[in-house]
């Protein structure tokens, strides 16, 4: 299965099946999907290192995140149309969870993704939450209202 046909282009409406290919030939060119955000192929590296380092901790918690906590994660990220954000940081939550968190100073903008549960997102100030919402499925794109005050 490979993962560079349109179907998986964030711009669907833009893309012609039989048209430029999504990925350079040359590997000294940057993807155009990372070059439009930077800051996305850092956060898919960590999501996939957070899943490869997760184990269950006896006493502590299950820290093993699934594929579909995954799939939910990249579609979460996908979703966000800034170009400019921090790299975020991303943690194993126990019960299979991932946490997402962009922070610059004292403001930063939390995501929490459960499997089954769905995903909660929250805007911080001084570790003070100002705003909080659970996202349904078609509601990721809500990640933008939460990101434009933190973007500025």
């Known amino acids: 299965m490979s993962l560079f ?16 290919a999504l990925w350079t030939d040359s590997v000294f060119e940057v993807p155009r999907m990372v070059d439009k955000r930077p800051w996305l192929a850092h956060a ?6 957070v899943q490869r380092n997760s184990e269950e901790a006896p006493g502590i918690g ?8 995954l799939n939910m994660a990249g579609r979460v990220l996908g979703s966000i149309k ?7 940081s ?13 922070s610059s100073g004292a403001d930063s903008v939390e995501v929490s993704i ?26 990721y794109g809500q990640m933008n209202d939460f990101l434009a005050d933190f973007v500025g």
Not at 82 to 88: G, I, V
Not at 118 to 132: N, S, Y
Request: charge should be negative; charged fraction near 25%; aromatic fraction near 10%.
């Open 82 to 88: 800034y170009r400019f954000l921090p790299n975020p």
């Open 5 to 20: 046909c349109p179907e998986n282009c964030a711009y669907l409406d833009r893309v012609a099946p039989h048209g430029d």
């Open 62 to 69: 299950d820290f093993r995140v699934t594929d579909d906590t």
């Open 114 to 139: 459960f499997p089954g549960e769905g995903v909660g997102v929250a805007r911080l100030a001084d570790d003070v939450p100002i705003k909080a919402k659970d996202l349904g499925l078609a509601e």
């Open 44 to 49: 898919f590296t960590e999501l996939l290192q």
């Open 90 to 102: 991303l943690f194993a939550l126990s019960g299979g969870g991932i946490q997402i968190i962009w």
